[in-house]
């Protein structure tokens, strides 16, 4: 709670105490930071950063990612749909890969009610057509993505659904 001229004599009453601890830690850093605003927050972590040596490799340099394939897909398509319907569609849509053989990439999007399949797929399918052609947009080349919404009646709900989904 100190104010602006107060945090230097606060820093000092710091490094002091520091030091009549442990005589050795006169050369430590100290770094003004509040808790209301963040302010100094990008310094310290900075400084952090900064001082964390590389740690092993976990994965194969070629390797980026732990995610399987098949749900980075259905999560890339749920993703483009949040976007593409802003507030319209709850978050109570799920997608699930139910085909995979390359390049045929088979999608089921799974909502509640028939409303939300109606927002889902668009006037003329404008909607689904704008998902496919993002989502196709980061895949590799010459991925057939095929599309299907299904109306799944609280699926959130039933533990069935919910085990066949893997949550």
Not at 2 to 22: H, I, M
Not at 59 to 87: C, G, I, M, N, Y
Request: glycine share 8%; charged share 30%; hydrophobic share 40%.
């Amino acid at each position: 709670r100190a104010g602006p001229g107060q945090v230097l004599e606060r820093l000092v009453e710091a490094q002091e105490a520091v030091v009549a601890l442990d005589p050795t830690l006169d050369e430590v850093e100290y770094f003004p930071v509040s808790a209301r605003t963040g302010r100094g927050v990008p310094e310290l972590t900075a400084s952090l950063v900064d001082r964390l040596g590389d740690g092993p490799p976990y994965f194969p340099s070629d390797v980026v990612t732990d995610t399987p394939e098949a749900l980075w897909v259905a999560e890339l398509v749920r993703e483009q749909l949040l976007a593409k319907t802003h507030d319209e569609l709850p978050h109570a849509i799920t997608c699930r890969v139910t085909e995979w053989e390359w390049p045929h990439i088979r999608v089921e999007i799974i909502v509640e009610r028939d409303s939300q399949k109606a927002i889902v797929i668009g006037k003329g399918g404008e909607v689904l057509k704008a998902v496919g052609i993002a989502v196709r947009a980061e895949l590799p080349e010459g991925t057939y993505l095929d599309l299907h919404v299904k109306v799944e009646r609280r699926w959130q709900n039933r533990a069935e659904m919910l085990d066949r989904l893997g949550y």
